[in-house]
């Protein structure tokens, strides 16, 4: 029998204690020093840059009671300018994530000549000034069209301009998760037998979905609030083609901040709820997938 040393543990004793041993969980929910600090400091910037000036807002579009919030929101001219924001925002973004898809698609998938031209066509909307925007647009749309098209005062116009500057974000979305799929499984379903729209619809637009929603939700809050694009292109027409940008700034240079905060207030909560429910949807999609 073999005697083990007292205040020295044996081999059953070492794996006794090694398996009481619990490993630290990797998530404990404690935050250090750094991560702490790190965390305290970006609540307070959010907070200063985004969270005040937004509370702000609202306090105005209810500093005169709700009736007065009520009726500066459905006033005629308050609603013309919610429709024609909101419907076309919903629509550029519907369209700019199709489009925005297949140009996505093309950019990582096939080898063509000007492939770099077009890559960089494609983030000029990021970077190009939107009142620069807005005469480019009635350059080529405008009286003097090269191509004879006049979209000035006119709400195809409005949608143009939403379409061309919301067109990056679907396309700078969906382009990494297209460039990181594993070719293998698509080669594999083809060599099963399945035909492409079949490989399309059952393996790459489960995976890419969840980006082109993020796409979307960014492209449709990015057309909500657009301002210098559009402009110069709708005009401005009273009932017909003034967004709610630019409604906002003629009442705030009118002195009415309450009307302009009711307005920019009631914008707020369209994003907001449009956000959480592609955001739902794209965490559907997310853990369908």
């Known amino acids: ?52 000036p937004i509370a702000a807002v609202v306090v105005t579009s209810l500093g005169d009671g709700p009736g007065t919030f009520v009726s500066a929101v459905t006033s005629a001219e308050a609603l013309d300018t919610l429709r024609l924001t909101v419907g076309a925002a919903l629509g550029a973004t519907v369209v700019n994530a199709v489009v925005g898809t297949l140009i996505a698609w093309v950019l990582v998938r096939d080898q063509f000549p000007g492939k770099r031209l077009l890559e960089v066509v494609i983030d000029i909307p990021f970077a190009l000034p939107t009142i620069v925007a807005g005469l480019v647009l009635i350059s080529l749309y405008g009286p003097q069209s090269p191509f004879g098209i006049d979209l000035v005062g006119t709400r195809r116009g409005v949608f143009l301009a939403l379409l061309f500057v919301t067109l990056p974000f679907v396309v700078r979305s969906v382009q990494p998760v297209l460039m990181e799929m594993d070719r293998d499984v698509e080669e594999a379903a083809a060599s099963l037998g399945a035909t492409g729209f079949t490989t399309f619809r059952r393996i790459v637009l489960p995976t890419i979905t969840p980006a082109v929603l993020s796409g979307s939700a960014l ?12 402009i110069l292109i709708s005009a401005n027409l009273l ?38 429910l592609l955001d739902t949807l794209r965490r559907l999609a997310a853990r369908r997938d």
Do not use: C, H
Not at 219 to 230: D, I, M, W
């Open 1 to 52: 029998m073999a005697v083990v040393p007292v205040g020295r543990p044996g081999p059953v004793g070492r794996a006794g204690r090694a398996r009481n041993r619990r490993p630290r969980a990797a998530g404990s929910g404690r935050l250090t020093a750094t991560s702490g600090l790190g965390l305290g400091v970006g609540v307070l910037w959010l907070s200063l840059i985004v969270g005040l």
């Open 219 to 230: 492209a449709f809050a990015r057309a909500l609030g657009e301002y210098g694009s559009v």
């Open 239 to 276: 009932g017909r083609t003034e967004v709610s940008s630019s409604f906002i700034l003629k009442k705030i240079e009118e002195g009415d901040q309450v009307a302009a905060a009711s307005v920019a207030t009631l914008l707020l909560v369209v994003a907001i709820v449009v956000l959480l």
